[in-house]
């Protein structure tokens, strides 16, 4: 195999094999193919693109670059979800738990943040001692007796996406329908899982900029993943504002807790995770409705089972085991703290939502090269949702920041993101469409 003749035959628009794709693949998980051919082959498919039968390749080869996991031992359904990034976006922190009350197993593999979007695992190490990668043993441990356990890929799943994920998040080929497939179809599959939900995003926060865009991706997510077994659905969802009302990986941490405290109900978010936790439980035949699925996974979060479980799996993952009693002991505060302040009376209308996951990488609470360090701290909190009354030199946001300049600068971002109508306007719909 020789690496800049299978770039070469992508760059002309040629069609790869099978074969071409399993040995750059395999020369990617081993070394032997360098960062810099890595980049030109992502480069290549971004602006080629793949054939449903090379994504499938391509998926099934960094699948199999390491460890696919089995679950026959465990006795519940095989469940888990996926989001395709957004801002706020902290869905997963709550439905696992969730659909783990549930009677399901999810044993959820999840990145870092990509981009202007946030990483589950970047939020997760807010909490000291929590452990993104577990072995194998402690992994299988967690997910038979907590029934969820939110990881990162080891080095023995998928390692090939793993090297692949992070040279795209530094070449600008993040938004490529086929690299994206591949990348979160391998994760999945290595997983064992039975049964996927997908939250597949657009508009201004997302890889997506359109409905369209996003029901492409859907639609090649889901006949992947439904062709190599994985009984498999997504929800096209809108991201043209924040998805919960804070970004930022110590501030999605608490409000997770708000959450699954029942401090969020009617919200957008509210929304989506019930919306999702009732598509798992159909798909795993627990329930024979959506109403009966959203039902019952309603009384996990009432009853405080939810919230137990989100501890449990901290607990068993490393974590402090009072964290959910005292977040505030473990979760470090930013040392500034500010309003960004409406510069005019009206309704909210609109949002540069990519901009505002931009603020939180300015701020240090993402990444501009695959080494940076996070500051968990900082972030945005307090947002208002769109159609929101405000009046002049109300907060419509709260800037959390490590420096004085920096907390300026940003609140000067956050506000310029926001249009300001002096006419009322509707919130769109969360959810838009079903693909599966």
């Not at 801002?87 to 999840?110: E, H, K, Q, R, T």
């Not at 659905?233 to 110590?250: F, K, Q, V, Y």
Request: charged share 20%.
């Amino acid at each position: 195999m020789i690496p800049q003749e299978i770039i070469r035959r992508k760059r002309d628009g040629q069609v790869l094999t099978a074969d071409d794709i399993s040995a750059f693949i395999s020369g990617l998980s081993t070394g032997k193919i360098s960062e810099g051919q890595a980049a030109a082959f992502a480069m290549a498919v971004f602006f080629r693109g793949m054939s449903r039968d090379e994504t499938v390749a391509l998926t099934l080869a960094m699948r199999d670059s390491g460890d696919v996991l089995s679950w026959a031992d465990i006795g519940k359904p095989i469940a888990d979800k996926h989001s395709t990034g957004g801002v706020g976006d902290n869905v997963s922190l709550m439905l696992a738990p969730i659909v783990a009350a549930c009677g399901l197993a999810v044993p959820m593999i999840s990145g870092r943040g990509l981009g202007h979007t946030g990483g589950t695992l970047d939020k997760l190490e807010s909490i000291p001692g929590y452990d993104v990668m577990p072995d194998e043993a402690q992994f299988r441990r967690t997910v038979s007796s907590v029934g969820c356990a939110i990881i990162g890929q080891t080095g023995d799943l998928a390692p090939a996406d793993k090297r692949l994920y992070a040279i795209r998040d530094v070449t600008a080929t993040v938004d490529s329908v086929p690299l994206i497939t591949a990348s979160i179809l391998s994760k999945k599959l290595a997983a064992g899982l039975e049964t996927l939900v997908l939250d597949v995003k657009f508009g201004s926060g997302a890889f997506m900029q359109s409905s369209d865009e996003a029901e492409q991706l859907a639609r090649s997510l889901v006949d992947v993943a439904n062709g190599a077994g994985v009984k498999t659905s997504a929800h096209i969802t809108d991201m043209n504002e924040p998805l919960a009302d804070t970004a930022g990986n110590a501030l999605e941490i608490i409000h997770c807790l708000d959450f699954l405290a029942g401090k969020k109900a009617g919200t957008r978010i509210d929304t989506l995770v019930f919306a999702f936790a009732a598509e798992m439980l159909v798909q795993s035949a627990v329930v024979s409705s959506l109403a009966e699925g959203e039902q019952q996974a309603r009384q996990a979060l009432n009853s405080g089972q939810a919230l137990e479980r989100f501890g449990q799996m901290i607990f068993a993952l490393g974590g402090p085991a009072d964290f959910v009693e005292r977040p505030n002991t473990y979760l470090i505060q930013a040392p500034y703290i500010v309003p960004v302040l409406a510069n005019e009376a009206g309704w909210l209308s609109s949002c540069q939502t990519r901009d505002l996951g931009m603020v939180v990488v300015e701020l240090g609470g993402g990444r501009r090269h695959p080494g940076d360090a996070i500051d968990h701290r900082v972030g945005v909190s307090a947002i208002l949702p769109l159609g929101t009354r405000v009046e002049k030199d109300q907060p419509i946001a709260m800037v959390h920041a490590s420096t004085q300049e920096d907390a300026r600068r940003a609140g000067a971002t956050v506000l310029g993101a926001y249009a300001i109508s002096q006419e009322p306007v509707s919130a769109m719909p969360i959810i838009s469409g079903r693909v599966g």
